[in-house]
């Protein structure tokens, strides 16, 4: 099944210990077999949370450690990522945040600002989960997930919900299934003869597809590893 949890577990299986990414600012490193308990794990918290598959999820961070396990683990969960464009309006974001019918949104302290004030005109109750992006956790490890079972992900169902920068009027949602996340990265692992021993550097942020396809899923399909700046 080509999915993003499919990638994730078979390299889980078969590297476990195999970096996948570093995040050399806060001196932290995440291997195959982390990267997918941690994916479960963030999976079942927002199940416990009282989200659904396919329901969607939105960040308003740098790119950093948390960054990229959540836009990743969200997908594998089966929920669908909208990231928030950190460049753009206020206008911009309320829209966003309104037509995505964004659930959750994980932020940080230094965005936390723009983000309410972005937020004021949506009409709905959104969940807010401040959180360190240096940090080993975003959810307490010791709640009881027992009762917490992920739903299937096929390669048809949406992952990606990304949406245009809006300049020539308002933003269009772009929507991308595993299947398409999964083709990226592959078309990149053979384009540029990608080998598990080549190393990404993400230079882009994870609200932009060539942060998110390039530099963060192509080494899951090529078995290689990124350094997340």
Known sequence: ??????????????????????????????????????????????????????????????????????????????????????????????????????????????????????????????EFVEIDNDAQAIFPEDEDLSGFTLPDVTEDDEALLLYTSGTTGLPIGASLSHLNMVAGGLYKTIAHWLTPDVWALCSLPLYHINGEVVTSVTPLVSGGSVVMP
């Open 1 to 126: 099944m080509r999915t993003i949890r499919h990638f994730i577990d078979s390299r889980a299986e078969q590297q476990p210990e195999k970096i996948y990414m570093i995040a050399p600012e806060a001196g932290l490193t995440l291997n195959y077999s982390q990267l997918r308990e941690d994916s479960i794990s963030l999976g079942k918290h927002l199940l416990k949370r009282g989200l659904l598959k396919a329901d969607k999820l939105s960040f308003m961070m740098g790119n950093g450690y948390q960054t990229n396990k959540i836009f990743l683990g969200a997908m594998y969960a089966g929920f669908v990522i909208a990231p928030l464009n950190l460049k753009a309006q206020a206008s911009h974001l309320e829209y966003v945040l309104d037509h995505s019918d964004a659930k959750l949104i994980f932020f940080t302290q230094d965005h936390k600002e723009r983000l309410l004030s972005a937020v004021k005109g949506v009409k709905r109750d959104i």
